[in-house]
């Protein structure tokens, strides 16, 4: 991305006052469940939920598993694991995975479950607060897990922004909040990834530049998508924009006078690659990570 645009900020009013309320009812709260975007597993996390959840049992969810490399997310979830996580793989949008959800959480929680019922406490409600940030499924998961459509979901960021309480079962509610990110990304590729996946708003980035980096990646990670997609043959001096002007030009994208429309075809690979068209990726990996 250009100079002015790589350093992503996507931070309105109304994450602030999101905050706020987390803070305010994190205390009321039995555990917190995070959902991730799985093919972006640490850059789709808000590093201030650590601070938010107040030292809470935490589940962690991989959501839209089908779109990404099925190997890497085997290898995320045990990474989550040895580090103290519980960890469920789903794919929210078909409902893969989201039927295990009560009994994780009652196995997070087995415990403190146990306590009450010692204390007499047989059938008291877990409350359960359920974070994420913008536009990585967290409404399409609560509609799954509730067996009912409560939470509006769309696949754009920002939606939902104001808490809800939502009943799973007699003994089980999720307090669904808004997606907040944080307020600077100060590792400017965890931004680009955002934006790849459409967490931040495609408003505030140069979509050809975000494409072309996308290209790359696919180029050095997954030539063999952009061949079958696109019908291109990736070369190792090709950069980015290169790709995406020969992709343009296999899509006969032209303008008046011959010139590639890329910017067509940025928009075109953006959303091919967010509805999972391309192929199933994962844009950072546990090896990069250790290396």
């Given at each position: 991305?250009?100079?002015?645009?790589?350093?992503?900020?996507?931070?309105?009013?109304?994450?602030?006052?999101?905050?706020?309320?987390?803070?305010?009812?994190?205390?009321?709260?039995?555990?917190?469940?995070?959902?991730?975007?799985?093919?972006?597993?640490?850059?789709?996390?808000?590093?201030?939920?650590?601070?938010?959840?107040?030292?809470?049992?935490?589940?962690?969810i991989l959501n839209r598993v089908d779109q990404a490399d099925p190997v890497q997310t085997k290898r995320w979830a045990a990474w989550f694991r040895?580090?103290?996580?519980?960890?469920?793989?789903?794919?929210?949008?078909?409902?893969?995975?989201?039927?295990?959800?009560?009994?994780?959480?009652?196995?997070?929680?087995?415990?403190?479950?146990?306590?009450?019922?010692?204390?007499?406490?047989?059938?008291?409600?877990?409350?359960?607060?359920?974070?994420?940030?913008?536009?990585?499924?967290?409404?399409?998961?609560?509609?799954?897990?509730?067996?009912?459509?409560?939470?509006?979901?769309?696949?754009?960021?920002?939606?939902?922004?104001?808490?809800?309480?939502?009943?799973?079962?007699?003994?089980?509610?999720?307090?669904?909040?808004?997606?907040?990110?944080?307020?600077?990304?100060?590792?400017?590729?965890?931004?680009?990834?955002?934006?790849?996946?459409?967490?931040?708003?495609?408003?505030?980035?140069?979509?050809?530049?975000?494409?072309?980096?996308?290209?790359?990646?696919?180029?050095?990670?997954?030539?063999?998508?952009?061949?079958?997609?696109?019908?291109?043959?990736?070369?190792?001096?090709?950069?980015?924009?290169?790709?995406?002007?020969?992709?343009?030009?296999?899509?006969?994208?032209?303008?008046?006078?011959?010139?590639?429309?890329?910017?067509?075809?940025?928009?075109?690979?953006?959303?091919?690659?967010?509805?999972?068209?391309?192929?199933?990726?994962?844009?950072?990996?546990?090896?990069?990570?250790?290396?």
């Open positions: 991305m250009n100079d002015n645009k790589t350093n992503i900020n996507w931070f309105p009013g109304h994450m602030t006052k999101t905050r706020r309320m987390i803070a305010a009812e994190i205390g009321k709260m039995d555990a917190v469940c995070e959902i991730v975007d799985a093919r972006i597993p640490l850059s789709s996390r808000n590093p201030d939920v650590e601070e938010l959840a107040g030292g809470k049992p935490r589940l962690l040895d580090r103290g996580y519980a960890v469920l793989e789903v794919n929210a949008k078909t409902g893969e995975g989201t039927a295990r959800f009560s009994a994780a959480v009652r196995t997070l929680l087995q415990d403190k479950i146990a306590a009450w019922q010692a204390k007499g406490q047989v059938g008291r409600t877990v409350r359960v607060m359920v974070l994420g940030i913008p536009n990585v499924g967290k409404s399409t998961f609560i509609n799954r897990v509730a067996h009912r459509k409560t939470a509006r979901a769309e696949d754009r960021p920002g939606v939902t922004r104001s808490k809800q309480w939502v009943p799973v079962d007699q003994t089980l509610e999720l307090l669904d909040t808004p997606g907040i990110l944080w307020p600077k990304f100060d590792d400017p590729q965890v931004g680009v990834r955002l934006a790849f996946t459409g967490a931040i708003k495609d408003d505030v980035v140069d979509l050809e530049d975000l494409a072309s980096r996308l290209m790359d990646y696919l180029r050095r990670r997954y030539p063999d998508a952009l061949s079958e997609r696109y019908k291109i043959t990736p070369a190792e001096e090709d950069s980015g924009y290169d790709l995406l002007t020969q992709a343009a030009r296999k899509r006969g994208f032209l303008m008046r006078g011959g010139a590639v429309d890329t910017e067509r075809m940025a928009r075109i690979l953006l959303d091919e690659f967010r509805a999972g068209r391309l192929g199933r990726f994962t844009l950072e990996t546990v090896e990069d990570l250790e290396a």
